[in-house]
């Protein structure tokens, strides 16, 4: 079957980093996403990756291992504003999106 | 109105009764989904519209029917539900590709319609 694995819940500190980790198992892979949900909104775009490697964004970046069936989000100078769920999304060989649970994050002050 | 909209927000509903979710974009996109979210479980998706057509919805039980009539509006009709059914039931579009190389289809959602079933 296919599985996307991610912690439920992280704590992290204003000001600090936080790594958020995917690992996945799918039938194919055609890139992998990051969203954001902030309590009760909508699920909104952070990242795409097809190619291995890290991509920067801001203060948010992405890193991929296709071999390694593996992915973080890197989040640097966390804010309070920060405090949201991040989803992990694989797109298999037929372009469906399999969806990770999420990962809480809880940021203190 | 920018981006996807869905209402109402809140719904609460026996187990006898009938209403609808209405979602609408404002994007230009040709590509509408419905998902289910419920606590601590991964999105599910339940049905794909592509080009107004539906092309997938997952042995979804028939006491969910969608509908779309135009590549900017889709609606979930329920009824008969069952309290299992309580959940955030989030709508999103893309820009499907018509061709052959496929481009990833970032998808944009709505806030959602939290379902309470009593």
């Known amino acids: 079957g296919q599985n996307i694995d991610q912690p439920t819940e992280m704590t992290a500190t204003e000001g600090a980093i936080v790594q958020i980790n995917c690992t996945y198992q799918?039938?194919?892979?055609?890139?992998l996403f990051w969203y954001q949900q902030h309590a009760g909104e909508a699920p909104t775009f952070l990242s795409y990756?097809?190619l291995d490697g890290l991509e920067e964004k801001g203060r948010f970046s992405s890193f991929l291992s296709r071999s390694k069936g593996y992915s973080y989000l890197l989040l640097k100078e966390l804010q309070m504003k920060d405090s949201a769920s991040y989803l992990c999304?694989?797109?298999?060989?037929?372009?469906?999106?399999?969806w990770g649970a999420g990962t809480k994050l809880i940021i203190k002050p | 109105e920018t981006g996807v909209t869905q209402t109402p927000r809140h719904l609460v509903m026996g187990m006898t009764n009938k209403k609808s979710l209405k979602c609408e974009q404002h994007?230009?996109?040709?590509?509408m989904y419905w998902y289910k979210q419920s606590a601590k479980k991964p999105l599910e998706l339940m049905f794909v519209?592509?080009?107004?057509?539906?092309?997938e919805n997952n042995s979804v039980p028939s006491r969910f029917s969608p509908e779309c009539p135009n590549s900017s509006h889709l609606f979930l009709h329920l009824h008969t539900l069952q309290p299992e059914d309580s959940a955030l039931y989030l709508c999103?579009?893309?820009?499907?590709?018509?061709?052959?190389?496929?481009?990833?289809?970032?998808?944009?959602f709505g806030p959602g319609t939290r379902l309470l079933v009593l």
């Open positions: 799918t039938s194919g892979f055609n890139g």
């Open positions: 999304a694989v797109l298999d060989s037929n372009y469906q999106l399999i």
């Open positions: 519209y592509s080009l107004e057509e539906r092309v």
């Open positions: 994007l230009g996109h040709n590509a």
């Open positions: 999103a579009s893309s820009q499907a590709e018509e061709t052959i190389e496929r481009n990833p289809e970032t998808q944009y």
């Open positions: 990756n097809v």
